[in-house]
């Protein structure tokens, strides 16, 4: 924005000043037609504007407003329309004629009868006519000075129309009478349209922001407003006789060249401001363009300039040296000829025209990269960056060139280089993959032929003693070669002082040319056309136990970075190799290793199987033994009990026994039968009558809900011979079978329980007794067979355990029996346990009678309340006195108490394991007193201090729980037939 405004708020004016004319002359028009005096004059008995001049300047400030919101076609119409009415008026008067315009014919309206319409003046029809004018010639460039000079006249005959309003006295203006608001609103109407042409003219002096438009602005308000300041003041002066007409003009000259003189002055100063700060620009800017100058004929790019024909306009110092051209020279010719090479010179030309034609340029303002032309005609790459810069009308371009050859040839090198690493850390990688030396040897070479590349390569172990290199491996693109030249896998080459003498010293060797060469090893080689040859040592710790050779055919071929990459390949290729040979040497030792670690971590498990179940032991017993008893206790007592009730206290019975075996084995895999296993004749098909009832509900119930049928097939030999062993353990053990061989068929199939007594045992020997579970399952493979006995080995994911086949093994183990598995992949599996079957002087044992004690008086001690009320009141009911202590201390010192009333106990019955004072500790502390005091040891471990012999100090026996009553009253009875003891 400048002091005048910008050429949006000029045509703001303009259209400003176009409404304010229609105002006017609408008001003025409407005063005629309704005789309306005031509307038509401004003062009273001044002249009054006509309804000619009104619909004139109608028309006018119409065409000002259109063309200030750039509508043309009904702006020109107005102006025309108003320049017609004007000259016909002019015409009328030179001719003295009426031509009846100045009414509009409104004298006959009965509004204005009494209003006298005058007619327009002469200076009134110029001054508009010229407005006119100048609207219709606003929009033409070329008529620009008639334009403002039009304007002008326009402003000057409104000004002197208007004097005679200042000043008084007759118009200056002859033949002229105009109208106040007339005069006003011509000058105006001249204003708006100078506004209309902001471009060019006054306006545009006006609104410049130089120095002229500065000056325009101070001096233009001072010329129009004070000589009118001065004259009023001489004539006012003259109007009250206080100076006379000499004295009035003196006055007014006097002013008005004051005032003048003084704005030309400050003017003055303002412009020789404005010149000095010129001066300084033109200097800074002398200043700037040798700087330039000097950036661009030291810049390290050439710059080079041309204009809109491809002529060089321009040719910098850099250019000079990079092209070979002097600057006289190149100046004056085309770009194309100089620096572009033929093939592309028509793109160039193509590219400046459609540049030149649509302004868009796809090379443009941006770096690219091609092939320049010096004057000896050779080409080489350069980054070139093409800008054009445009002043006023004319086009040029600039261009900033370098040469980038070096970066070129970096870039390849840089380019090279990473290959060679990508090539080394691929073969690094493949041959990290390998653990034999010949499969690291070819993955080598491999990689080699195909992407370094080589004609021939190989690669030779050295055997110092012989001092020879047998050739281990050589490349599949190079055996025919290899075959030509007898230098096949296995041939021998003797080391001489050649290249393959310095090699096998640790040395890399390289011979660019190897024609002519007199050693065997590279004449050979050279005979097969090839020429450049390359042999790499192959040493770790400084050892070198082979080479590797590559050769090319080409002279000169292997450049230092390939050189470079062989040597690093061989290094990592021997330690490749060399790890290779340890990995083997290792291998077969892991494989000793692992063969007896198998047997030890076999053992380690069953170990840690054994003492977890031990841990666990305690507690299951403990939960069992007040069931075991209360059961027991009712088998004898109650003879009342009718059958079916005596027969599920039976299998409750049964059932406790059976977990307690069970929780005692988890310990005892793979271990020898125990002395203290109980074994008694056992039928083996009533066995698995049994189990096919017990595991019923697996094999035919659930299956069916999913519509699944498993069919069962009992093939039982008759007259079977009994088997010595623990029912339980045999009853558990063949369960685990029928449910692994149910497990095995998801999709149903045919479950066989078969017994029969084995064909092929010796005569004179017990015969063997089999035992088969067979399915039509899945089938097991030879690596699932071989760990199927393991413990926590199993297939079943979560679902398994891995425990049952091991129990089941266990089991065979202890029973000095064999198990035997036939399984195929698809095919099912048949699990085959081998009894010897039990002489014929075995008997299944007789339950004795309830053996029958004198009263004696039992101290309890324990942690379980169920344990001390099921075992006192079993053993009250045999007639002993019984009392019960919970907790060791208590025991304690429940016994301390009974000594000191004379009244001590019998026997001491403690569990092992109790919070705070355990068992051992109770015994301690009364054999202390009473070192003949009898103490038993009742707990859930009894079986393994048994079978472990480790009998705790101070306890007399070990009894186990759950609870046997006839193992308790045993041992009750024998204590009944000792001599009294003193007690405590």
Not at 90 to 110: F, I, N, P, S, V
Not at 660 to 676: I, K, L, S
Request: include cysteine.
């Amino acid at each position: 924005m400048n002091a005048i405004g910008s050429g949006r708020t000029a045509a703001g004016y303009a259209g400003l000043v176009g409404l304010i004319g229609l105002a006017v002359g609408l008001a003025v028009l409407t005063g005629w037609l309704l005789g309306i005096a005031t509307l038509t004059t401004v003062v009273p008995g001044w002249p009054a504007m006509t309804p000619l001049t009104a619909l004139t300047i109608t028309l006018c400030a119409a065409s000002l407003t259109l063309f200030s919101v750039d509508v043309r076609l009904p702006a020109m119409s107005c102006a025309a329309l108003a320049l017609v009415l004007t000259l016909t008026r002019l015409t009328a008067y030179l001719l003295r004629w009426d031509a009846g315009l100045d009414g509009l014919g409104l004298e006959q309206h009965a509004a204005i009868h009494e209003l006298r319409i005058g007619l327009m003046s002469p200076g009134t029809a110029l001054g508009f006519a010229l407005i006119a004018s100048t609207l219709l010639l606003s929009r033409r460039l070329r008529w620009a000075r008639v334009y403002q000079i039009l304007a002008l006249l326009a402003m000057l005959t409104a000004w002197l129309g208007f004097a005679r309003y200042l000043f008084g006295g007759i118009p200056l203006l002859p033949f002229s009478q105009m109208a106040i608001h007339t005069a006003i609103m011509l000058m105006l109407l001249a204003t708006g349209v100078v506004a209309l042409r902001r471009d060019t003219g006054l306006f545009m002096l006006l609104t410049d922001a130089g120095p002229s438009g500065d000056s325009a602005r101070r001096l233009l308000p001072a010329a129009l407003l004070v000589p009118l300041a001065a004259g009023a003041l001489a004539l006012a002066a003259y109007h009250a006789g206080s100076l006379g007409v000499e004295q009035s003009f003196s006055l007014f000259a006097l002013s008005s060249v004051l005032v003048l003189a003084m704005l030309v002055w400050i003017d003055a100063a303002q412009l020789a401001r404005a010149d000095a700060g010129r001066q300084q620009a033109q200097m800074a800017l002398a200043a700037s363009e040798e700087r330039t100058r000097l950036i661009i004929e030291n810049a390290l790019d050439a710059v080079i300039t041309i204009d809109r024909s491809d002529a060089i306009t321009g040719w910098s110092g850099q250019a000079e040296v990079l092209f070979g051209w002097t600057a006289s020279e190149a100046v004056g010719r085309t770009l194309a000829e100089m620096i572009i090479p033929g093939r592309y010179r028509l793109d160039h030309q193509r590219g400046m025209e459609h540049y030149l034609a649509t302004g868009e340029g796809p090379v443009l303002n941006r770096r690219i990269e091609l092939s320049a032309l010096r004057r000896d005609q050779t080409e080489f790459p350069v980054e070139i960056a093409i800008t054009p810069i445009r002043l006023g009308d004319s086009i040029g371009f600039s261009a900033f060139v370098r040469d980038i050859t070096e970066r070129k040839r970096a870039e390849e090198r840089l380019r090279t280089q990473s290959e060679r690493l990508s090539l080394l850390d691929r073969s690094t990688r493949a041959i990290a993959e390998r653990q034999d030396v010949h499969s690291i040897f070819q993955v080598a070479i491999r990689s080699l032929e195909d992407h370094l590349p080589i004609d021939f390569g190989c690669i030779c172990l050295y055997e110092p003693a012989a001092q020879t290199l047998e050739i281990a491996c050589v490349g599949a693109k190079s055996r025919a070669l290899a075959l030509e030249l007898a230098l096949t896998e296995q041939a021998r080459i003797s080391v001489d002082r050649n290249g393959l003498g310095r090699s096998v010293n640790g040395e890399l060797v390289y011979e660019p040319d190897i024609a002519g060469s007199p050693h065997p090893f590279t004449a050979a080689i050279a005979r097969g056309g090839l020429r450049a040859l390359v042999i790499a040592p192959l040493s770790v710790e400084k050892r070198v136990f082979g080479v590797l050779v590559a050769a090319r055919r080409n002279p000169g071929s292997f450049a230092s970075i390939d050189c470079e990459f062989l040597r690093q390949l061989s290094e990592h290729l021997a330690l490749a190799g060399h790890q290779a040979q340890l990995h083997g040497s290792l291998q077969r030792a892991y494989d000793d290793l692992r063969r007896t670690q198998e047997s030890v971590m076999q053992q380690e498990r069953l170990r840690a199987l054994g003492q977890m179940a031990s841990g666990i032991a305690h507690d299951i017993n403990n939960a069992l033994s007040p069931a075991a008893l209360y059961t027991q206790s009712l088998l004898e007592r109650n003879p009342s009990l009718n059958a079916q009730a005596r027969e599920q206290l039976t299998v409750i019975q049964r059932a406790i026994e059976g977990v307690g075996h069970t929780v005692a084995r988890m310990r005892m895999f793979y271990r020898p039968r125990e002395d203290q296993l109980a074994l008694a004749a056992v039928d083996l098909n009533a066995l698995l009558d049994q189990v096919a009832e017990l595991t019923r509900a697996r094999w035919s119930s659930i299956p069916q809900e999913r519509g699944i049928v498993i069919e069962l097939k009992c093939e039982f030999a008759n007259a079977l011979p009994p088997v010595m062993g623990a029912e339980n353990e045999i009853r558990d053990a063949l369960t685990n079978l029928v449910l692994n061989a149910v497990d095995a068929m998801p999709e149903g199939g045919t479950l066989t329980l078969r017994t029969r007594i084995d064909p092929t045992h010796r005569a004179g020997s017990p015969p063997s007794v089999v035992v088969e579970v067979c399915d039509t399952g899945a089938g097991m493979s030879e690596s699932v067979r071989a760990h199927c006995l393991e413990p926590f080995f199993t297939t079943k994911g979560e679902r398994g355990t891995g425990l049952g086949l091991a129990m089941v093994y266990g089991m065979v183990q202890r029973h000095s029996a064999d198990i035997g598995i036939d399984s195929e992949p698809g095919r099912g599996t048949t699990m085959r346990i081998n009894f010897t079957a039990a002489s014929p002087v075995d008997r299944l044992p007789v339950t004795a009678p309830p053996i029958q004690t004198a009263p004696l008086r039992v101290l309890l001690i324990d942690d379980d309340p169920l344990i001390l009320r099921s075992l006192r009141d079993v053993l009250e009911s045999d007639g002993h006195a019984v009392t019960s202590a919970e907790g060791g201390q208590k025991g304690i010192d429940e016994c301390l108490s009974a000594h000191q009333r004379g009244e001590p106990f019998s026997v001491v019955i403690t569990d092992l394991g109790m919070p705070n004072v355990d068992g051992r500790t109770v015994a301690a502390t009364i054999k202390a007193s009473a070192p003949d005091m009898p103490i038993f040891l009742l707990t859930g471990w009894g079986q393994r201090l048994q079978s472990e012999g480790a009998l705790p100090q101070h306890i007399d026996r070990i009894l186990s729980k759950p609870p046997r009553l006839s193992e308790v009253r045993a041992a009750l009875a024998e204590l009944a037939t000792r001599p009294a003891s003193p007690g405590i």
